[in-house]
């Protein structure tokens, strides 16, 4: 399997990506919003882009559909529960559905509602696998639930799938988050040394080489998997003073999430 990250620089700070088969050659587009980039690429690399994959239905991912699909002839595929809010959708993905690329590339569907309602996370099977995640996981970070979505949701999607990752799965997420969020890990948790280390690491990154995280790495920066910690849990007492003195993960999820919200 041969992934390209593509950093389209715009306001939005989207990641594109390209997942190629290198014994045949064919590519899937996973929210291919800059089109002409991952037109570009592809051709560049000879490659056939012959799917597109939306891992949800807003316009800052599906905006490049139209564009690949009629250079391309490729199929669009996407959650089962979108056809109502992605035009000219060809497959309907649920839970355990394998994408399969050319010969020898398979990525697993998984459901993973929260930012949005009708969301898809693929997991490659690979040695090392890689989870292109959309806007639920973030580099640091969680995606928000404002259009569409739900933060009890989301934290299920992080308890019971993220979090049982294996350690090495690599994190391609949907955009470039990456010093914001671990800003508001050190907001919430001061004393966070492999946040700070990181954080002067990559501050002034090139996306177009962006950082590629893993889920271990995520458990010791991300304060979205550090639900029990206690300076994370004591510093939301500040602003949620009725917290009970021994809130379960939900509970601190999503405080943690209504915080981001607004920092």
């Known amino acids: 399997m041969i992934v390209e990250q593509i950093w389209t620089g715009n306001n939005w700070r989207n990641f594109n990506y ?18 002409e980039k991952c037109l570009a690429l592809a051709k560049k690399r000879g490659w056939e882009i012959t799917q597109v994959l939306n891992t949800h239905e807003h316009g800052d991912h599906t905006g490049g559909n139209q564009a690949v699909i009629d250079a391309t002839g490729a199929k669009l595929l996407a959650h089962e529960n979108a056809r109502d809010s992605i035009d000219g959708m060809d497959v309907g993905l649920k839970a355990g559905d394998v994408i399969k690329i050319g010969k020898s ?34 580099n640091a970070g969680a995606g928000n639930c404002h259009h569409g979505g739900h933060p009890n949701e989301l934290y299920m999607t992080f308890a019971s799938q993220l979090a049982k990752l294996p350690g090495n799965t690599q994190i391609y997420p949907g955009h470039d988050y990456i010093v914001n969020n671990l800003q508001f890990t050190l907001d919430r948790e001061p004393t966070n040394e492999a946040a700070s280390k990181l954080l002067d690491k990559i501050e002034s990154q090139d996306p177009v080489n ?39 993960e939900k509970t601190v999820f999503v405080a943690l999430r209504e915080l981001r919200n607004k920092w």
């Open 210 to 248: 962006a950082l590629v995280t893993s889920i271990e790495q995520e458990k010791g920066v991300n304060t979205f998997f550090r639900l029990n910690n206690p300076e994370v849990i004591e510093n939301l007492r500040v602003s949620f003073p009725d917290m009970p003195a021994n809130p379960d």
């Open 18 to 35: 390209l997942i190629a088969c290198p014994d045949s050659g064919e590519a899937l587009a996973v929210d291919p919003l800059d089109h």
């Open 105 to 138: 590339v398979e990525l697993e569907a998984l459901d993973t509602p929260g930012h949005t309602m009708s969301h898809i996370c693929l997991l490659s099977q690979t040695d090392t696998p890689a989870l292109f995640c959309g806007d639920t996981l973030f």
